[in-house]
């Protein structure tokens, strides 16, 4: 059974993208984080095979400021991803979940990939599930 982590603030889409994952693969357990600070505590708390990960996520007061560094909301997954990389909270596969087209090869550092939005839960399913 795989586990995965969608973090994306924009709960309409999350909840589409975790349904439409759940409806074509209904043995996965499939969470939503909607800011930095819950996905953080649920990467540390639960063990994922998968992390979906929104690259611009707004920012809030208690989202701040990570191992004092400043976040920038337009790098703010990035951040996210480094993080969990550098502390080894998680040895899930990572894609990034975007529709910036300039990401450079630094930002995709660590990833299995980048999935561009808008796309279809059938997409996304064929995509992390390599079928």
Do not use: W
């Not at 990467?43 to 095979?49: E, H």
């Not at 040895?91 to 299995?112: I, M, P, V, Y």
């Amino acid at each position: 059974m795989k586990r995965i982590l969608l973090l994306d603030e924009e709960f309409s889409l999350a909840k589409e993208v975790k349904e439409g994952v759940v409806l074509r693969k209904p043995e996965v357990i499939f969470d939503n984080a909607y800011n930095y600070k819950d996905a953080y505590n649920m990467v540390k708390n639960n063990v994922y095979d998968i992390i979906l990960i929104d690259v611009v996520i707004p920012i809030r007061k208690e989202d701040f400021e990570v191992n004092n560094k400043l976040i920038d909301s337009y790098s703010t997954g990035i951040i996210f991803k480094n993080h969990i990389l550098e502390e080894g909270v998680s040895k899930a596969k990572l894609f990034l979940f975007t529709s910036r087209s300039n990401l450079d090869k630094e930002e995709k550092k660590g990833t299995s990939g980048v999935i561009d939005k808008p796309k279809r839960p059938s997409q996304i399913v064929k995509q992390i599930f390599d079928e």
